[in-house]
């Protein structure tokens, strides 16, 4: 790869994501901007004026060698030292101040990016550094978007739909053969410390559903008494539902014999082709227990979206190495919603599984651990910190998330009780003797034998 190359990408993704962060921001006005919508979410003030802090202290400082521009605001702006809860209280910059601080950094960002060396030092090596503040500021403009689907009220943002799915033909499971596979990575070089390094895995055979559960099948667990029976549910998992009386998933009522759901300030009918959303691991492991399954495993989920049975190799994406395109998945918040199960053909893996990227993040059984050979770069706070078995690891991405920070290697984490984060999931179960077929309910594919309760309607 040349100089000019990495330094040409990293003004893309450095410009793409300003763009975006703009348009978060623009769509509201200042009351909004500096409220609070949920005690699980930063006022989107605060978000903006640490995407222009981060990048000021890494691209500014450390790489550009440049005196600090507003010392006085690292604290108020540090995500370990206040929590998401107490920081209205703190002395943020109000919404044009933060627009213009963010924007001064910005300015300077590019001059430094013009003439900077892109090789040698591993921070600048291939902008590296360009690339994480990139990656960072799309990481928090899918936070952002997450704030915008709490917030009450009209839509502030609008997006045409997604393509339509067709999942006729589609077998409901694939067969992942067993045997190694590389797992990780060191040679993307973008990808961050957790993703590193390549490591060889040694994987059982597995099925793996097609595509994402559905909301009509998840209405099936639902109608069959899934929030009601302890047996499907880990213990803690239980009591978190009972605590809260959580019956569906986040932002789902039922109206008139009808679930509904909102959406970006919209209420409409539940989908039930479409990826179910906003559960919980706690609720994605009860689905799968009463489904006769379980959760892939993370290394299970790399597998199938980046080995290639007939080469031996792993891609850098379940289609091939090259970079995400429309036709590929579903990224980018081009679409404010998951398109339905089916689409996407041309992302399909050598398998033939669908929408590993894009669409929602899928739920893992794995706890957030770090590989072999891990070491912490360039600080311990973007992961090692939260390396052990609180976080369960997601991955693949959702409709939420740039390409710039999704990729086959790319490992999210959250808590298991998340439910505002745009999250879904496949299941999986291993692969058994030829001729036997575990007991269960059947699959998590639109093809579920389970039917949803009566008026339990959706865009078909």
């Not at 500096?34 to 004026?49: C, K, R």
């Not at 550094?129 to 799309?138: D, K, L, P, R, V």
């Not at 393509?163 to 990808?191: C, I, K, N, Y």
């Not at 239980?238 to 008139?256: M, S, V």
Request: hydrophobic share 35%.
């Amino acid at each position: 790869m040349t100089e000019t190359a990495p330094r040409e990408r990293a003004l893309t993704a450095l410009l793409a994501a300003r763009d975006r962060t703009t348009a978060l921001t623009a769509c509201v006005d200042d009351r909004e901007l500096t409220a609070q919508h949920s005690p699980l979410m930063s006022p989107l003030v605060w978000d903006l004026a640490h995407i222009g802090n981060q990048e000021e202290q890494w691209l500014l400082r450390a790489v550009g060698g440049r005196p600090a521009l507003r010392p006085e605001i690292d604290s108020v702006y540090d995500a370990f030292e206040h929590p998401r809860a107490t920081r209205p209280s703190l002395p943020l910059l109000s919404p044009a101040e933060a627009h213009r601080y963010a924007a001064d950094v910005r300015g300077r960002v590019l001059d430094i990016l013009e003439s900077a060396a892109l090789e040698g030092a591993p921070l600048v090596d291939s902008a590296f550094a360009f690339g994480m503040i990139a990656q960072h500021e799309q990481q928090h403009d899918e936070t952002m978007l997450i704030t915008h689907q709490l917030r009450a009220g009209p839509a502030a943002l609008t997006a045409p739909e997604p393509p339509r799915g067709d999942t006729r033909g589609l077998p409901a499971e694939v067969l992942v053969p067993g045997g190694p596979f590389t797992m990780g990575t060191s040679a993307e070089p973008w990808s961050l410390d957790n993703e590193r390094p390549a490591h060889e895995r040694e994987i059982a055979a597995f099925h793996l559903d097609t595509t994402p559960v559905t909301c009509g099948a998840y209405l099936a667990f639902m109608a069959d008494g899934g929030y009601e029976e302890p047996r499907w549910w880990a213990p803690e998992g239980f009591a978190q539902i009972r605590r809260h009386a959580l019956t569906a998933p986040l932002f789902w009522q039922y109206e008139d014999g009808v679930w509904l759901r909102r959406r970006f300030g919209v209420t409409e009918p539940v989908p039930l082709d479409e990826p179910v959303l906003h559960v919980s691991w706690y609720e994605a492991d009860a689905y799968a227990r009463w489904a006769g399954r379980r959760l892939p495993t993370e290394a299970e989920w790399e597998k199938a979206a980046r080995h290639d049975p007939a080469s031996g190799r792993s891609r850098r994406y379940p289609w091939g190495d090259e970079d995400p395109t429309p036709a590929h998945a579903n990224l980018g918040q081009r679409h404010l919603r998951p398109a339905p199960a089916g689409s996407y053909p041309h992302g399909a893996s050598p398998l033939g599984v669908r929408q590993l990227i894009g669409d929602v993040w899928e739920w893992t059984s794995s706890d957030f651990l770090p590989y072999p050979g891990f070491s912490a770069f360039p600080y311990r706070e973007y992961s090692e910190v939260f390396f052990g078995s609180a976080h369960k690891v997601l991955r693949g991405g959702s409709f939420g998330v740039d390409p710039v920070a999704c990729r086959g290697t790319f490992r999210n984490w959250d808590l298991p009780v998340r439910r505002q984060i745009f999250a879904g999931f496949r299941t999986a179960r291993d692969a058994e003797p030829d001729g036997v077929r575990p007991a269960g309910h059947g699959s998590g594919s639109p093809g579920h034998r389970r039917q949803p309760p009566p008026g339990a309607r959706g865009a078909a």
